[in-house]
């Protein structure tokens, strides 16, 4: 009988990481004050967005084996009033381990 091997295990976690966003998501200019977000069907902002600046601190998986796919979408300020809506946009995220800084 020949000897076969198993396939290394996949394990991870929760945990959290910083996620930034520059003003250059902001296609018309202006700077990120606000983000809707969500992490697959693991975890999400608040129902009413994340207000005040462009960092969010998202529950994710971490870890071996861990893969994340963050959907978001931007309000940027421009001209002290105007705040307009960005693009939904995804990015995937593989963490090892928890408080790691990501900027997009």
Do not use: H
């Amino acid at each position: 009988m020949p000897l076969t091997l198993a396939s290394p295990a996949q394990a991870w976690s929760g945990g959290n990481v910083w996620i930034n966003f520059g003003s250059w998501n902001c296609p018309s200019g202006g700077s990120v004050v606000g983000i809707y977000w969500a992490v697959d069907n693991y975890s999400s902002g608040p129902a009413e967005g994340d207000w005040g600046d462009n960092v969010i601190y998202p529950r994710v998986r971490v870890g071996s084996g861990a893969y994340n796919t963050i959907s978001y979408q931007l309000f940027c300020k421009k001209w002290g009033w105007y705040t307009y809506q960005g693009v939904v946009s995804q990015r995937d995220l593989s963490p090892y381990q928890s408080g790691l800084s990501y900027t997009y």
